[in-house]
């Protein structure tokens, strides 16, 4: 006959107890998280410049003169199930560079 002792009783149910416990606090982790596909295209559409042939090249967006104008564009796609209702997207850019312009639209099926 099988033969348990009390020290390795109580040492596999604080196991089981233990990893029941980190399998739901994993659970509960992994629901929050959806991961998104995206797409970013940064597009040069003007650059300011010395030419030997042109001359004096300058872009000016409202008047101010800027070395280089990029047209950039994300779009992210949400292929999971899940209703991102609260999803907050932060873009930002370096020190040297600024938007003019921003725009966001929800395209939905």
């Given amino acids: 006959m099988l033969e348990i002792n009390q020290k390795d009783l109580l ?3 604080i196991a089981l107890l233990l990893g029941g416990f980190l399998t739901h606090i994993f659970n509960k982790y992994k629901e929050r998280l959806t991961i ?10 003007a650059f300011s410049m010395e030419d030997q042939v042109f001359g004096s090249i300058q872009v000016t967006y409202n008047g101010i003169q800027v070395p280089i104008l990029y047209y950039s564009s994300i779009h992210i796609y949400n292929e999971s199930n899940r209703d991102l209702d609260k999803f907050i997207l932060n873009i930002v850019c370096d020190d040297s560079s600024k938007m003019l312009i921003t725009h966001g639209a929800n395209k939905s099926s």
């Fill in 11 to 13: 040492t596999s149910i």
């Fill in 36 to 45: 998104l596909r995206y797409t970013v295209w940064h597009n040069k559409i």
